[in-house]
């Protein structure tokens, strides 16, 4: 019996957890598809390279899509299968709470190996794909794609503006260019004219300025002005990694670890590193904490309905973003250590969750306010 309750457990979970995925990656994907539908009226992209785009942009959403779904999947099951009173039939038949834990676990570990396959190995792949085909179609579009009098960033770190771009011969004319890819060596380039050519390499994109000056500002109070009468300016170099801009979020773990380890990375940089490094592996078990806080929570809202579920699910999942955000700000700063702080969100939502589920074993009221409770304060408030 136990065996063909687990299997029902994990079909109702399963449909509702891949209808979440898909809506909710629809969703984010949304405010994508407004530049990426830009790219095909405005710059001539090809409908095959929109969707290589949407492609690699796919496990970065993912990471963030799979746990939402999961907790909500978890929400809606158990809130219908508690309104239709299959929870009471199934405690009845001396199966408890807790023993009806094994098949949401095993979803939820599911969900962990999905979202780590798209945390280690789809995020790094993704990110460094889209750049070059960014790249590689800002090459190709570029007449289209620069505007006189409209302030140029295209590429990553780069912030171009030009009083006058004709479009034919791709000459400029009063240049204005900050070249931030180098944090700790920004220029600021003042050019009469120049002139936009590509390279021989497919990664390298050229600016051939005339009669112009360098600000560039050093570590300190360092400042130094050089004047040029024709500088050629390269946007990028062999292997690309200059060129697309490459950080963190497009490092795999080893290389995040080689580059933690190196004694000539920045502090900052390093920090932010670590961050990512232990984030690829907590948010991913995001799901399994998850599994403890849906299951009391979903048979807690049995009267309120699907609305409730979601609304729920929000509420926990902003709660948790923002304790990341939070705790993965202070460790960035090197106020916490990133290992503490990207686990303890995990570890409190775990806590409240056993606190949760042993509470509805036991058959206690959760002390949680009903949705219509909350309402009404609500609007006892606005009065």
Known sequence: MKRILSLYIIREIASLFLLGICVFTLVLLMGRLIKLTELVISRGVSLVDVSRMILYLMPSFLVFTIPMAFLLAVLLAFGRLSADNEITVIKSSGISLLQIMPPVLVCALVAVMMTLAASMVGIPWGNSAFKELSFKVLKQNVSATIREKVFWDEIPGMILYTEHYDDQSRTLQGVIIHDGRNPERQMTIFARDGVVTGGFDRQLLRLSLKSGSIHAAGKGNEYRLVTFGEYIMTV????????????????????????????????????????????????????????????????????????????????????????????????????????????????????????????????????????????????????
């Open 236 to 383: 990028g170099a062999q292997g690309g990694a200059v060129a697309l801009g490459r950080n963190e979020l497009d490092m795999n773990v080893a290389e995040l670890r080689s580059q933690i380890a190196d004694n000539a990375t920045p502090l900052t940089t390093r920090m932010k590193m670590l961050s990512e490094l232990h984030g690829r592996y907590a948010f991913p078990f995001a799901s399994l904490v998850f599994a403890f806080i849906a299951v009391p929570l979903g048979i807690q809202n049995r009267r309120s309905g699907k609305s409730a579920g979601f609304s729920v699910s929000i509420g926990i999942l902003l709660a948790y973003y923002l304790m990341l955000s939070f705790f993965r700000t202070l460790a960035e700063k090197g106020g916490v250590p990133p290992f503490i702080a990207l686990w303890l969100p995990n570890m409190v939502f775990l806590g409240i969750g056993w606190y949760l589920l042993r509470m509805s074993s036991l058959e206690r009221a959760l002390p949680i306010p009903a949705l219509s409770d909350i309402v009404d304060i609500l609007k006892w408030r606005v009065r």
